[in-house]
DNA sequence: TTTTGTCATACGTAATACGTATAACAGATC
DNA sequence: GATCTGTTATACGTATTACGTATGACAAAA
């Protein structure tokens, strides 16, 4: 039944029939793994809550299809061929994977219900993974989610405090987490016009060292690095940051009020960009593109609730993050 | 079904019926793997030699037993379902391991045919094995035996030599040998009483380093070792034999026409010391007992005809080195 | 000798799973 | 737009499977 010739591209099992006579082999395995541990046929019969007769026909068919006398069996007793000891030890390891299998599987429909935590920076849980997050809720009836804003990574001990999951911007550095990238966010160096006085646009970024600096602290402090889109030069600047945050809403305003020259994500700025609001300086040079991750500590099982949202935010990553 | 609750010697589990409607559930994913790789539902009905609606009815078996969509279809495509792709990764492994199990498990039952060549001391060669050598040569009506009997080790290269395996007496040394102890055989001191011309019985050790003796060279030439079965003290004693063998019936023969002192298996002495034309000398030392191995060198795989030989000889073993 | 427990097998019956035939749908071609 | 080809789903009739009940043979214990 199992007899494949591998041919290139084409295989040339035939399926063999339901109705084949040979029975649900897994069953019939599982029959015998009763016979030996109860140590007759008919003890594993009341076991199983079946009849003497049909463990005895379940046996015969399972050696029939094997070719083998797995129990030499007299209307006494019966003992294990060496067969059979070979048999039962294989075929112990081998329905054991079979179940977890199944066991996984059906697992994938358990229905999630209870309490979901995700932190997510203001930057994306305050619009953008809203929609993803009411289709999650819209289709887990049973689920309630705590969603918490953070942009700084104060909270370490995930399991601890009980965070299922998270967004996390920039690079995942804690081993104990899975990451999951979702996308890769452009940057920019921006100010208000109202900043420049006047002055001409900074074309190259050795110009930028001059002007009052915003600091978005989590991912830049007191020093900047851009790379030049054509040449692929690197420009590290030291800056004295006039304003300092974690938030990078906080960052845009501050830019917006001309205190001084900031570097974020594009889209965040992209609106005010095209309202004349703020400008794009140095615009051939960009800081690194910073990753976007789902995170997860690592585990072994993840429950329902978890495995649905991860499978909800990674099929649709591509939308909330494509024109970043 | 696979619901176990585990007490203390007692399992719940409650057979499933054969015919539960959940069909064969190894062929059913096999069909679902092949459907995966053909593409389609009636392609891969075309690949395994059956009907299209057979293939969509087992896919919905399958889908309804796990209670998952694996598959998206539509009257034109079909494309498959993230349920549906783990379940294909995972099963591809589970399957290729049930295929090893069956393939394992049948070839146990090949029919040994050709010729399988043994190395066999002469004490054990011409007598005690021959009875399993004959039982084997019965059951297995298509094979022969090269019974090679051998009291050194002259042949090293078994595999060059075509040797399927070997008794080998005394400490298997050869890494490449896999050794399956088969028995440990007592040796005791004889000699015949025309040896000692009139004089007592030798007790101690010591006494017998002035008498002549014989060497059996397989296990001991110029020096033996004797221990004391109460006290557990060990005696060196350095001879030079008179004559010197590496046959156990030929140091017997020597013996018992009084040319020395002789150490060997007790099973080969007995019948001569019951009829007194052999003594056991100092009663309370021994030489250290012999291990009796089956050796045959360390492969992947055994042909059935070795394998079968293997079995034998182990089930045997206490019957054929029991009394020794 | 009787009782109890073991495994194997016959019988009647309900359920399964097959191929053939058909319907609905979608894309490509003319 | 009409026709052809390929897709999947489902109804129908039929052969086969696998079940429990009943029975027989055998062995050990009382």
């Known amino acids: 039944m199992m007899d494949d010739i591998q041919e290139p591209g084409r295989a040339l099992r035939t399926a063999m029939p339901l109705q084949a006579g040979t029975g649900e082999r897994i069953e019939l395995m599982l029959t015998f793994l009763k016979i030996v ?30 070719g083998l006398r797995l129990l030499q069996r007299t209307t006494h007793t019966m003992r294990l061929t060496q067969d059979g000891e070979r048999c039962y030890e294989r075929a112990k390891e081998l ?20 309490v979901l935590r995700v932190i997510v ?15 999650y809720l819209q289709q887990h009836a049973g689920m309630s989610v705590e969603w918490l804003l953070h942009d700084d990574r104060a909270i370490q001990d995930y399991i601890a405090a009980g965070i299922d999951c998270a967004i996390q911007v920039g690079e ?6 899975v990451a999951l990238p979702l996308a890769q966010v452009p940057r920019i160096v921006v100010a208000a016009p109202s900043l420049l006085d006047g002055q ?17 602290r989590t991912f830049y402090r007191n020093e900047v690095q851009l790379t030049h889109s054509e040449t692929g030069r690197h420009k590290r600047i030291q800056i004295r940051p006039r304003f300092s ?34 400008i794009q300086l140095a615009p ?33 990553a591509p939308a909330i993050f494509g024109e970043t």
């Open 172 to 177: 995942v550095t804690d081993p104990g987490l």
């Open 95 to 114: 329905l054991a994977g079979w179940a977890r299998f199944e066991s996984e599987l059906k697992g994938a429909r358990e229905e999630p219900e209870g």
């Open 200 to 216: 001409a646009i900074p074309q190259d970024a050795a110009e930028l060292a001059a002007l009052p600096w915003l600091a978005l």
């Open 37 to 66: 541990e109860a140590g007759s046929l008919s003890a594993a019969a009341q076991q199983l809550g079946t009849t003497q007769p049909t463990i005895s026909r379940r046996l015969q068919m399972l050696e029939r299809s094997l």
């Open 284 to 316: 051939k040079w960009q800081a690194a593109p910073l990753p976007v991750s789902l995170v997860y500590p690592y585990a072994r099982f993840y429950p329902a609730r978890l495995r649905r949202f991860i499978d909800l935010v990674r099929a649709e």
């Open 121 to 135: 920076p203001h930057a994306f849980g305050q619009e953008r993974l809203i929609g993803p997050l009411a289709r």
């Open 245 to 278: 945050t974690d938030s990078l809403y906080a960052l845009r305003s501050a830019a917006l009020q001309g205190v001084g020259v900031g570097i974020g994500s594009r889209w965040v700025m992209t609106e005010y960009l095209e309202q004349g609001q703020l």
